[in-house]
């Protein structure tokens, strides 16, 4: 075993070494807790050490449809792996990871997954040649060796948001949940519509990092780009609230061209260096940082554990039994105070529910008029349009305006719930906490050991959002077929076609708020189940660790007076053991905050 002090040797002092060093940690004490018969603390311990192995980090590149997105991915990728056009293409989400051969797997919304050349990729995420997912795609998973995809980087291609396309909108702003960093893609023609201000506000509110990038700065002249920054350092500042906004100008398409060539060119290069700064320092520290202060919660665990075993074994057999019983009666209590605290879990969010309930009538008050005002302005400003093609034309009005509408309110009270949920979470997070520190506390005092902190409930608040369905069918806001008369004279039919449409709308308006309220409920639905399984889940590890130790030192004490010896003598040398992987694990987390 590597003795404490090597971990701050030079060949430590980088974020790939240090991720080793703490990997053969995890190993050691893996070993050490099965040793054990902690599977508690071995189930916990396998998540650490699955997370620190895949490293998976979503950089996801986001922006208005036809900002060049997937030419700069192209280009930071140096190949020419995604497909890209000169009209709306990505429709799907587009997962790129390291691979030491190309390839990609689509997955689709049946579960069915089929294995592709990289070639084929733009059959199945692109409008041309899916048509609003027609093949019911999930997404498509890619494989390259590019740099930038080491150690766990994860390069997502979304598809634009406000193009003709809705959906596209849709999957973009589902997909935010899943980003831990975001490269926002803005460029020349024209720098930052409303509907890109709008996108900003929402990904601030998911990523942990935001980078800005303006693209195709070879299509103005340097007075115009020094002009279009200012610009956009003056919105970014004063609307968005960005402080001090680092803007990187740069030209995709000439920056892949270089590339093609074995160069560097287009503005890349300063860009391609702040990110790289980003993935090794930033990303590194936060991911180390994380899975060494968990590790050493679990050591913590675990030497407690081995003391309550070693104390079992020096406690006489019919004391030991008492304490069995007393211990049992505790874990009846933990138990009782969890079922209890899940139905006013379950109770809180169905009030989040009925908050909406309030709100969705006054949602339909509100619309019906606006949508009927739009309804009779288009038809006032399309005065050639009559009978057939007039009823047309409305119906996409309607359509048009009842989602930008309905979708612009959904988004807002997505936010809501989010931050409603988060604190719901955090409450209940808390309340496991204490009743897990209850039974540790209690389980001490049988054996007159100090109470030490159990690895708690950790990460769920953070972590825990509603609930969003990334892969499958969005809320599809739609109007049903408007039927209207055809029959009547000229002069009459433009009347009852605006009053046959006119009729649809309140029927509209209520059909949409019927679908908002059956997506949110089982938004929350879902998002509690999932909460209260976690929850549950840690409680029974926990405390099921603690009665297998006062157990396991039972069964020993049973036997022979050598058998318990022995294991005394066993459960020193794991105490030792365990010394040294947290002298370890504290050396690797001091080396990890100077990266």
């Not at 050591?299 to 004391?319: C, Q």
């Not at 079922?339 to 009925?354: G, I, N, P, T, Y």
């Not at 040294?580 to 990266?595: M, P, S």
Request: charged fraction near 25%; hydrophobic fraction near 45%; proline fraction near 4%.
């Amino acid at each position: 075993m590597h003795s404490p002090a090597s971990v701050s040797e030079p060949e430590f002092a980088s974020y790939g070494a240090l991720k080793q060093a703490l990997g053969e940690s995890l190993s050691q004490l893996n070993a050490l807790v099965s040793a054990s018969n902690q599977s508690g603390l071995g189930q916990r311990l396998a998540q650490i050490g699955e997370k620190l192995a895949r490293d998976r980090f979503h950089l996801a590149v986001l922006g208005q449809f036809k900002r060049g997105k997937t030419t700069f991915i192209n280009s930071l990728l140096g190949a020419d792996l995604l497909p890209t056009g000169i009209v709306p293409l990505t429709s799907i989400v587009t997962l790129i990871e390291y691979g030491s051969e190309p390839g990609a797997t689509v997955h689709f919304r049946n579960h069915r997954t089929q294995v592709i050349a990289l070639d084929e990729v733009a059959a199945y995420v692109t409008e041309r040649d899916n048509p609003q997912n027609k093949k019911n795609v999930a997404r498509v998973e890619a494989t390259y060796p590019a740099a930038i995809l080491r150690d766990g980087v994860i390069l997502i291609d979304t598809p634009g948001i406000g193009s003709t396309y809705e959906h596209n909108t849709d999957v973009a702003y589902q997909f935010l949940p899943q980003v831990d960093a975001a490269i926002f893609v803005a460029s020349v023609d024209p720098p930052l519509s409303q509907a890109e201000k709008d996108f900003l506000i929402a990904i601030r509110e998911y990523a942990a990092k935001l980078f800005l990038v303006l693209n195709k700065i070879d299509y103005v002249s340097e007075a115009e780009r020094r002009e279009l920054l200012e610009f956009l350092h003056t919105v970014l500042a004063t609307e968005l609230g960005i402080v001090e906004p680092k803007i990187f100008p740069l030209s995709a398409k000439r920056a892949l061209a270089a590339a093609r060539h074995g160069g560097e060119d287009g503005g890349l290069p300063a860009f391609r260096a702040t990110l790289d700064h980003f993935l090794l320092h930033e990303k590194g520290r936060v991911a180390l940082t994380a899975a060494t202060g968990a590790a050493l919660r679990l050591t913590g665990e675990a030497r407690f554990l081995l003391e309550v075993e070693k104390r079992a074994l020096a406690t006489p057999l019919e004391e030991l039994e008492e304490k069995l019983v007393e211990f049992d009666r505790l874990r009846a209590r933990a138990e009782q105070d969890h079922r209890d605290f899940q139905h006013l879990l379950k109770a809180e969010a169905q009030q989040l529910m009925s908050v909406l309930d309030e709100e969705l009538p006054a949602l339909k008050t509100e619309q019906v008029p606006v949508l009927e005002a739009a309804l009779r302005a288009f038809a006032d400003s399309h005065p050639q349009l009559k009978g057939r093609h007039l009823g047309y034309a409305l119906q996409d009005e309607l359509k048009r305006v009842l989602i930008d509408h309905f979708e612009s309110w959904r988004r807002a009270k997505e936010q809501r719930l989010d931050a409603d949920f988060r604190a719901l979470s955090g409450r209940f997070v808390e309340a496991a906490n204490q009743i897990i520190a209850r039974v540790v506390e209690l389980s001490a005092a049988l054996f007159n050991l100090p109470p030490v902190p159990l690895a708690s409930v950790e990460g769920l608040s953070a972590e825990s959002r509603l609930y969003y369905m990334v892969g499958e069918d969005p809320v599809l806001l739609s109007i049903e077929p408007i039927y209207f008369s055809t029959l009547l004279p000229g002069r009459f039919t433009r009347r009852f076609v605006v009053g046959d449409a006119l009729k649809h709308v309140p029927i509209e308006a209520e059909r949409n708020c019927g679908r908002l309220r059956y997506d949110f409920l089982t938004r929350i639905e879902q998002s509690v189940n999932r909460f209260a399984q976690q929850l549950a889940e840690r409680i029974r590890l926990t405390v099921g660790s603690i009665r297998r130790a006062i157990e396991a030192g039972t069964v020993e004490r049973a036997h022979s007076g050598q058998q318990a010896a022995a294991r005394q003598a066993a459960i020193d040398g794991q105490l030792a053991t365990l010394a040294a992987v947290d002298a370890r694990l504290d050396a690797i987390r001091t080396q990890a905050a100077t990266l």
